[in-house]
Protein backbone atom coordinates (compact mmCIF):
# COMPACT_ATOMS: atom_id res chain seq x y z
CA UNK A 1 0.00 0.00 0.00
CA UNK A 2 1.06 3.54 -0.76
CA UNK A 3 2.47 5.40 2.37
CA UNK A 4 2.28 8.78 0.65
CA UNK A 5 0.60 10.45 -2.77
CA UNK A 6 2.30 12.93 -4.12
CA UNK A 7 0.04 15.55 -6.91
CA UNK A 8 0.94 18.38 -8.76
CA UNK A 9 -2.00 20.34 -7.86
CA UNK A 10 -5.21 20.48 -5.84
CA UNK A 11 -7.46 19.25 -8.87
CA UNK A 12 -5.95 15.88 -8.28
CA UNK A 13 -6.11 16.11 -4.68
CA UNK A 14 -9.60 16.05 -4.82
CA UNK A 15 -9.60 13.28 -7.66
CA UNK A 16 -7.32 11.47 -5.12
CA UNK A 17 -9.58 11.83 -2.26
CA UNK A 18 -12.88 11.02 -4.31
CA UNK A 19 -11.54 8.16 -6.01
CA UNK A 20 -8.60 6.40 -3.29
CA UNK A 21 -10.27 8.37 -0.12
CA UNK A 22 -6.53 9.06 0.28
CA UNK A 23 -4.59 12.58 1.20
CA UNK A 24 -2.39 13.09 -1.51
CA UNK A 25 0.53 15.96 -0.96
CA UNK A 26 0.65 18.97 -3.20
CA UNK A 27 4.30 19.06 -4.61
CA UNK A 28 4.66 21.52 -7.85
CA UNK A 29 6.63 20.51 -10.36
CA UNK A 30 9.95 22.88 -11.19
CA UNK A 31 11.23 24.39 -14.35
CA UNK A 32 15.19 25.11 -15.55
CA UNK A 33 14.75 28.67 -15.56
CA UNK A 34 18.16 29.12 -17.27
CA UNK A 35 16.77 27.47 -20.68
CA UNK A 36 13.52 30.32 -20.79
CA UNK A 37 15.75 33.59 -20.67
CA UNK A 38 13.41 36.51 -19.85
CA UNK A 39 13.30 39.02 -22.64
CA UNK A 40 11.63 42.30 -22.04
CA UNK A 41 8.02 42.25 -24.00
CA UNK A 42 7.03 45.59 -24.74
CA UNK A 43 2.97 46.12 -25.45
CA UNK A 44 2.40 45.58 -29.59
CA UNK A 45 1.99 48.70 -31.22
CA UNK A 46 -0.56 49.56 -34.74
CA UNK A 47 -2.90 46.77 -33.60
CA UNK A 48 -0.83 43.99 -34.74
CA UNK A 49 -1.02 41.45 -32.04
CA UNK A 50 1.35 37.60 -32.22
CA UNK A 51 -0.60 34.95 -30.16
CA UNK A 52 0.91 31.46 -29.04
CA UNK A 53 -0.72 28.53 -27.91
CA UNK A 54 1.38 25.42 -27.30
CA UNK A 55 1.10 21.54 -26.53
CA UNK A 56 0.41 17.95 -28.12
CA UNK A 57 -2.71 17.96 -29.74
CA UNK A 58 -5.47 17.10 -27.23
CA UNK A 59 -9.38 18.53 -27.54
CA UNK A 60 -8.92 19.96 -23.79
CA UNK A 61 -6.28 21.72 -25.19
CA UNK A 62 -9.31 24.15 -26.40
CA UNK A 63 -7.39 25.51 -28.76
CA UNK A 64 -10.41 26.65 -30.55
CA UNK A 65 -11.44 29.30 -27.74
CA UNK A 66 -8.31 30.90 -28.92
CA UNK A 67 -8.87 30.38 -32.82
CA UNK A 68 -12.25 32.23 -31.57
CA UNK A 69 -10.85 34.87 -29.98
CA UNK A 70 -8.80 35.47 -32.52
CA UNK A 71 -11.54 35.38 -34.98
CA UNK A 72 -13.17 38.51 -32.87
CA UNK A 73 -10.27 40.57 -32.60
CA UNK A 74 -9.85 40.15 -36.36
CA UNK A 75 -13.26 41.93 -36.57
CA UNK A 76 -12.93 44.52 -34.63
CA UNK A 77 -9.93 46.06 -37.13
CA UNK A 78 -6.92 43.62 -35.51
CA UNK A 79 -4.13 42.56 -37.21
CA UNK A 80 -3.67 39.75 -35.61
CA UNK A 81 -1.89 36.00 -35.90
CA UNK A 82 -2.13 32.97 -33.97
CA UNK A 83 0.78 30.13 -33.81
CA UNK A 84 -0.04 26.74 -32.51
CA UNK A 85 3.17 24.48 -31.74
CA UNK A 86 2.67 20.70 -30.76
CA UNK A 87 2.51 17.61 -32.13
CA UNK A 88 -0.58 17.05 -34.02
CA UNK A 89 -0.63 13.46 -34.85
CA UNK A 90 -1.26 12.79 -31.70
CA UNK A 91 -5.09 13.42 -32.33
CA UNK A 92 -5.62 13.95 -36.08
CA UNK A 93 -9.48 14.06 -36.06
CA UNK A 94 -8.76 17.35 -33.42
CA UNK A 95 -6.49 18.80 -35.72
CA UNK A 96 -8.37 18.67 -38.41
CA UNK A 97 -11.79 19.68 -36.46
CA UNK A 98 -9.44 23.04 -35.65
CA UNK A 99 -8.50 23.86 -39.16
CA UNK A 100 -12.07 23.61 -40.42
CA UNK A 101 -13.06 25.79 -37.53
CA UNK A 102 -10.55 28.50 -38.53
CA UNK A 103 -11.70 27.78 -42.23
CA UNK A 104 -15.43 28.73 -41.05
CA UNK A 105 -14.50 31.64 -39.42
CA UNK A 106 -12.35 32.78 -42.58
CA UNK A 107 -9.44 33.00 -40.74
CA UNK A 108 -7.29 30.57 -41.98
CA UNK A 109 -4.42 32.57 -43.23
CA UNK A 110 -4.36 34.00 -39.92
CA UNK A 111 -3.79 30.72 -37.76
CA UNK A 112 -0.54 28.98 -38.17
CA UNK A 113 -0.26 25.01 -37.14
CA UNK A 114 3.19 24.14 -36.77
CA UNK A 115 3.35 20.70 -35.13
CA UNK A 116 6.32 19.79 -33.06
CA UNK A 117 9.69 22.08 -32.73
CA UNK A 118 12.60 21.05 -30.81
CA UNK A 119 13.68 23.28 -27.44
CA UNK A 120 15.45 26.03 -29.03
CA UNK A 121 12.73 27.07 -31.25
CA UNK A 122 10.14 26.85 -28.54
CA UNK A 123 12.36 29.28 -26.52
CA UNK A 124 12.27 31.55 -29.25
CA UNK A 125 8.59 31.63 -30.10
CA UNK A 126 8.26 32.54 -26.58
CA UNK A 127 10.44 35.52 -26.75
CA UNK A 128 8.92 36.75 -30.54
CA UNK A 129 5.11 36.62 -29.94
CA UNK A 130 3.44 38.99 -27.47
CA UNK A 131 0.66 36.70 -25.74
CA UNK A 132 0.51 33.21 -24.60
CA UNK A 133 -2.86 31.94 -23.90
CA UNK A 134 -3.31 28.63 -21.74
CA UNK A 135 -6.76 27.97 -22.51
CA UNK A 136 -6.83 24.58 -21.41
CA UNK A 137 -9.70 22.72 -19.35
CA UNK A 138 -9.00 20.41 -16.99
CA UNK A 139 -5.55 20.58 -17.20
CA UNK A 140 -3.33 18.89 -14.35
CA UNK A 141 -0.65 21.65 -13.66
CA UNK A 142 0.76 23.39 -17.29
CA UNK A 143 4.23 23.47 -17.05
CA UNK A 144 3.94 25.59 -20.16
CA UNK A 145 2.57 28.61 -18.93
CA UNK A 146 5.54 28.96 -16.64
CA UNK A 147 8.18 28.44 -19.32
CA UNK A 148 6.09 31.28 -21.24
CA UNK A 149 6.30 33.70 -17.95
CA UNK A 150 9.76 32.75 -17.32
CA UNK A 151 10.74 34.19 -20.97
CA UNK A 152 8.50 37.88 -20.12
CA UNK A 153 5.47 37.04 -22.30
CA UNK A 154 2.62 37.54 -20.39
CA UNK A 155 0.11 35.01 -19.96
CA UNK A 156 -3.67 34.19 -20.22
CA UNK A 157 -4.75 31.09 -18.89
CA UNK A 158 -7.90 29.11 -17.83
CA UNK A 159 -9.06 28.96 -14.03
CA UNK A 160 -9.51 25.04 -14.55
CA UNK A 161 -6.10 24.66 -15.33
CA UNK A 162 -3.70 23.88 -12.55
CA UNK A 163 -1.38 26.38 -12.92
CA UNK A 164 -4.05 28.77 -11.98
CA UNK A 165 -3.90 27.86 -8.51
CA UNK A 166 -0.65 29.46 -7.35
CA UNK A 167 -0.96 32.53 -9.75
CA UNK A 168 -2.83 36.06 -9.37
CA UNK A 169 -5.68 37.05 -11.61
CA UNK A 170 -3.93 40.79 -13.11
CA UNK A 171 -1.09 40.96 -10.90
CA UNK A 172 1.37 37.93 -12.53
CA UNK A 173 -0.92 36.37 -14.91
CA UNK A 174 -4.72 37.13 -16.38
CA UNK A 175 -7.07 34.17 -15.63
CA UNK A 176 -10.07 33.64 -17.60
CA UNK A 177 -13.45 31.24 -16.96
CA UNK A 178 -12.90 27.86 -19.01
CA UNK A 179 -14.51 27.48 -22.45
CA UNK A 180 -15.16 31.30 -22.46
CA UNK A 181 -13.06 32.99 -26.03
CA UNK A 182 -14.91 36.11 -25.16
CA UNK A 183 -13.38 36.87 -22.01
CA UNK A 184 -10.04 35.69 -23.83
CA UNK A 185 -11.11 38.19 -26.09
CA UNK A 186 -10.98 40.87 -23.11
CA UNK A 187 -8.16 40.30 -21.44
CA UNK A 188 -5.72 40.32 -24.81
CA UNK A 189 -7.93 43.85 -24.98
CA UNK A 190 -6.98 44.96 -21.24
CA UNK A 191 -3.44 43.69 -21.89
CA UNK A 192 -2.53 45.70 -25.23
CA UNK A 193 -4.87 48.68 -24.19
CA UNK A 194 -2.30 49.55 -21.73
CA UNK A 195 1.74 49.25 -21.97
CA UNK A 196 2.32 49.97 -18.78
CA UNK A 197 -0.44 47.25 -17.53
CA UNK A 198 1.50 44.75 -20.28
CA UNK A 199 4.46 45.34 -18.75
CA UNK A 200 4.22 44.84 -14.93
CA UNK A 201 2.38 41.58 -15.96
CA UNK A 202 5.64 40.49 -18.27
CA UNK A 203 7.52 41.46 -15.36
CA UNK A 204 5.83 39.97 -12.46
CA UNK A 205 5.60 36.59 -14.29
CA UNK A 206 9.22 36.52 -14.71
CA UNK A 207 9.48 36.92 -10.87
CA UNK A 208 7.13 34.92 -9.61
CA UNK A 209 8.57 32.09 -11.28
CA UNK A 210 12.00 33.00 -9.86
CA UNK A 211 10.51 32.95 -6.92
CA UNK A 212 8.59 29.98 -6.98
CA UNK A 213 9.27 27.68 -9.48
CA UNK A 214 12.24 25.71 -9.45
CA UNK A 215 14.01 22.24 -9.24
CA UNK A 216 15.81 22.66 -6.14
CA UNK A 217 12.13 23.60 -4.57
CA UNK A 218 10.56 20.23 -6.11
CA UNK A 219 13.45 18.32 -4.82
CA UNK A 220 13.30 19.96 -1.14
CA UNK A 221 9.76 19.28 -1.04
CA UNK A 222 9.66 15.84 -2.12
CA UNK A 223 12.60 14.97 0.16
CA UNK A 224 10.17 16.40 3.06
CA UNK A 225 7.55 13.48 1.75
CA UNK A 226 10.23 10.99 1.75
CA UNK A 227 11.62 11.40 4.97
CA UNK A 228 7.69 11.38 6.57
CA UNK A 229 7.19 8.26 5.13
CA UNK A 230 10.53 7.09 6.53
CA UNK A 231 9.73 7.92 9.75
CA UNK A 232 6.31 7.27 10.03
Known amino acids: AQEKITVLDNWNKELVKNHYRKDAIVV ?11 KEHLSPKNKTIKLLCTGIFFPHRRFEDAITATSQLQGNGYNIFLTILGDQENDKNYYAKLMRWAHSLRIEDRVKFVGKVSDEELTKAYQNHDIFIFPNHLQTWGLAVFEAMASGIPVILSRTAGA ?10 MLVNPKTPEEIKNAILELVSSPEFYSKISREGRKFVEENISWKKYAQEMLKVFNSARYS
Do not use: M, P, T
Open 28 to 38: RSGLDIDQFGY
Open 164 to 173: SEVLADKKNA
